[in-house]
């Protein structure tokens, strides 16, 4: 078995360090490579009782749903540092062997639910046969049966027997090409416990075409007595809902409902959230145990301003505290709902990954979640790389974070700051002093004026360990706080204007769009992006933060603790900055105010990027103050 991640792994480590000396965490390509083959898909993981982390994976010598597809584990007792030779639960020679999770009973037992292609079917009909010119598609990993698989020795050895779990038809399987005699299907996430009883998810599929999947709904498979019961054939199951119609969209969305990722909240409902075509997430509850469902809507902030997420995996998770984490990537909308290839064009853009924290509140019929700003939490210099299916694990106060491009998966540590920054949001007055710089009261002064510069970091410069005079990243940013007001919306508005004669510099001022647009220009290159339309309003005094982060090279602008996110003008609220931008730094002063119809109070500038969670408590520092 061609396994190359140790070899990876030797060479990765010297250069990384051990957990938390990176430069840069965010940077997925800092994280300790899980072992795989080539193929490496959905690598989720347990905690066993003998203190390992024990993780299954769906890999292969090929790509994704080639012949060979195979599951397997392997273990880790240093938090990810280093990992056992995969333990395949299937040969790969065999049929394939696909899209697996875990559950960890109290007795410590672990089982491990999978598709299996136990027929050996080689082939399946499409919806439409005109798509294909044989009218059926190869890639045959997503039918079959439902199987698991036990380990008594916390994931060192298996069953040898595998077992099917029998899924309930429901209407969607019966619609198929096949009227149901082959069930279409596949799985992610969290298996779960709740009241007694083991829960395992799994997606329906209606049939495939344009997009791969057409059509799909979620469904969990309830076990009263998985978590007692020692004889495999004497476990039994049965397919939630009530009735035969499974977690779809809301009246009018589109027909893709899948990668359901349930959480168990504290009252003991189930939250439950999942993706979508309509450029939006779908949320709904669940008050007696995944029986019935709240009907379904598009997930919103707290403020109520509707999530954007595409067509890729959004998973939310209960933390140890109580507290809740929820993977997605922040964009969408309406610019995914109404493209006529929305099918095929909502899988891409998964980089960055952001993270929002969540807080339990009470509900009319229970508790419910609301949820925060959120804050980028993994990138990779790649713009086109897709990082998915992540999983999350907390051990000894830490939390970590798993992901995958489909080629190879990885475990990160995430900052706790990050993570605490998060769930404080909602009550966050207190104002960040870490990398402030200038602190300048603008109350009293006429404009224009000038100011003498700041100087900034490079983002990109030469690396002294290269001969060739090579470039590197430097990964450095800054943030400007600003607050202000404009009488009119006007363009040419200039409120920040460092530029040099030859151009070299930045600019801050309104566009004839009623924006606000930073230019950034290091005499090669130019930069720029605007804040979202609407946000801006005359005669109304402003508080805005500019985050110009050089790590995932992004621009962000937070408006009256509002970070924009493009609305319905745009599908991306946040900009990228050309990677190669040297630096910014131009004029010995700075101009601030010139021809500005209004009034600059204050501005704070900083020499590093900050965080989404410290914008808004600046906003509600400078507003209750």
Known sequence: MAIRSLLILCMLFPITGAWGQAPDWRNIRNGLIIPDESYSDQPYIVKTDDGAWLCILTTGAGREGQSGQYVAVTRSKDQGRSWSNLIPLEPPDGPEASYAVLLKIPTGRIYAFYNHNTDNIREIKLDDPSFSPTGTIKRVDSQGYFVFRYSDDHGKTWSPERYSIPVREFEIDRNNVY?????????????????????????????????????????????????????????????????????????GGGPISAEQSYSVMSDGSIYCVYRTI??????????????TWDTPKYLHYSNGRLVKHPRAANFAWRCGNGKYLYWFHNHGGRFIREHPRRRTMGFQDRNPAWIMGGIEKEGPEGKVIEWTQPEILLYDDDPLIRMSYPDLVEDNGKYYITETQKDIAR???????????LWNQFDNRQETVDGLTIEWDLGKVQFPLQ??????DHFYDHDPGREDHGGMQIRSGFSFDIAFRLDDLGPGQILIDTRNEFGKGLQLFTTDEKTIRLSMCDSRTTSTWDCDKGMLEAGKDHYMRVIVDGGPKIIMFVIDGILCDGGDDRQFGWGRFNPYLHEVNGAAYWTMGKNLNGDITMLYVYTRALKVSEAIGNFNHHINR
């Open 451 to 456: 100011k003498e510069a700041v100087q900034f």
């Open 411 to 421: 475990v990160h540590m995430i900052d706790e700051g990050l993570l605490e920054g």
């Open 278 to 291: 309509d450029g939006h997430p779908v949320f709904t509850y669940s008050r007696d145990g995944g029986y």
């Open 179 to 251: 009227g149901g005699k082959i069930q279409f299907f596949w799985n992610v996430g969290k298996a779960f416990v709740l009241d007694g009883s083991g829960y395992v998810p799994l997606i329906k599929v209606g049939g495939f075409g344009e997009g791969f999947f057409t059509s799909n709904e979620g469904v969990l498979l309830r076990s009263p007595n998985i978590l007692t019961e020692k004889d495999p054939e004497k476990i039994a199951w049965e397919t939630l809902p009530e009735g035969d119609i499974g977690l779809r969209t809301p009246a």
